[in-house]
């Protein structure tokens, strides 16, 4: 991961620790899953984003790619009942970019493409973007 990516990890405080560590990687792709209805795909994709970790012994993190969000094996074993939640949670990435050195950022996120809808784009200026990313994430 280049520096960009790694920053989009910010959810995952050992994601440094854990891509530092990290001697080899191994990338699955669902895509036969994309014909899929978009609860099945959805269903889907949990299921084998759990089963990731108990198949692959020394597996620390699953990276989704186009979000590029890391979950730790420890978040993804043993979850009781996954469901949208925890899909979302996994799939979408809520970014945050600031202007030069002025309070205008813009909010953007990824992983959208998941529930066939469009990712989203915040513009807008003050001193409290957190508040942004908080609406961005609930969307």
Not at 20 to 35: F, G, N, R
Not at 38 to 63: D, K, N
Not at 93 to 120: C, E
């Amino acid at each position: 991961m280049d520096s960009h990516e790694r920053r989009q990890t910010r959810d995952c405080p050992e994601s440094d620790e854990i891509v530092d560590a990290c001697h080899y990687q191994m990338i699955v792709a669902d895509t036969l899953s994309s014909e899929l209805e978009t609860g099945e795909h959805m269903r889907f994709v949990t299921e084998y984003v759990r089963a990731l970790p108990e198949l692959v012994l020394s597996c620390r993190a699953v990276v989704f790619d186009n979000s590029k969000k890391m979950h730790t094996r420890k978040s993804l074993v043993g979850r009781k009942n996954p469901g949208l939640t925890d899909f979302l949670h996994w799939t979408v990435n809520v970014r945050i970019f600031r202007g030069g050195k002025t309070d205008d950022f813009v909010a953007d996120s990824l992983g959208m493409n998941f529930l066939d809808l469009p990712d989203m784009q915040y513009h807008f200026h003050g001193p409290r973007p957190d508040l942004m990313v908080a609406h961005a994430r609930c969307l």
